[in-house]
């Protein structure tokens, strides 16, 4: 008769086996893009049915209108990122063991989309103004981030690859901190109890996934312990040198116009109906 604890080490086995597979790599895949396509539909929906009441309205769009528009198109592009860029990613050559950062790495993902199921704040001029600068800087960097890390992207505490280039010589985690901005922008469209609580609670569980994401890294990549000697956690000890990279480094710039470019025509095509 097995022992328990021969039993245990067969389970572990098991699960070993079925958590270096391809099929778990992809279910792990699947419902972070199901859940954040389901979100933005929500919402891209919910506005154009909004718009189609306003254009029955005879309503023409003030200043305020558009600025709100630019602040929600701007917010579409993240979540868009997060539906799209999991598909294409590499399998991990190390992971996390523990369970607990998994979840905080589902969570914090998960928790972003909700702000779009709250309800937002009055149309304000000068607070959508500043968060529409905030979300578009933020978007724009986190796009250009992403094309450096390319398909070693992941959500989970996984190591691809050590990549050191582009605003990942300034700080090792400019995607976490560009998201961060991005909930600070996001807060300023909501600006209730719910949506603080809910922000607060996101930064948190970007800085410890940050931690979870290092710990896996250190076993991955013998030199990422000197890379991490030299280089800024979260916070650049130099913030003007890492935005002036995304315009200075002739790759992040031509890709920062690209996003640019796509967020505004994105606005002129949500725009249409209340032109027209």
Known sequence: ???????????????????????????????????????????????????????????????????????RVSQWITVALLTVLPI???????????????????????????????????????????????????????AVTV??????????????????????????????????LGVVATLLQYRSLSATALSVLIVTLQVARALWEEAVLVRAFPDFAAYRSHTPFLIPRDPVRLLTMFFVDPIARRRSVMVVAGTIGLLMLVMLPRLA
């Not at 597979?21 to 893009?33: E, G, H, N, Q, T």
């Not at 450096?148 to 989970?156: A, H, P």
């Open 88 to 142: 294409f990613r590499q399998r991990p050559i190390a992971k996390s063991e523990s369970v607990l950062p998994r979840i905080g790495a589902l969570l914090t993902v998960s928790l972003a989309p909700l702000f779009m199921l709250l309800d937002r704040a009055p149309a304000d001029l000068v607070i959508n103004s500043v968060s529409v600068v905030l979300s578009i800087t933020a978007n724009v960097f986190s």
């Open 1 to 71: 008769m097995a022992t328990a604890g021969s039993m245990f080490v067969r389970l572990n086995d098991v699960r070993c086996g079925l958590d270096r597979s391809r099929f778990y790599d992809w279910a792990m895949r699947l419902p972070i893009v199901g859940y954040s396509f389901f979100v933005l539909s929500h919402d891209v929906l919910g506005f154009c049915e909004q718009a189609a009441q306003a254009a029955a309205l005879s309503e023409r769009p003030d200043g305020a209108f558009i600025i709100a528009t630019l602040a």
């Open 147 to 180: 094309s450096f890390l390319g398909r070693s992207l992941s959500v989970m505490p996984e190591a691809r690859q050590l990549v050191k280039s582009g605003p990942y010589k300034i700080v090792r985690h400019p995607l976490y901190l560009c998201e961060i």
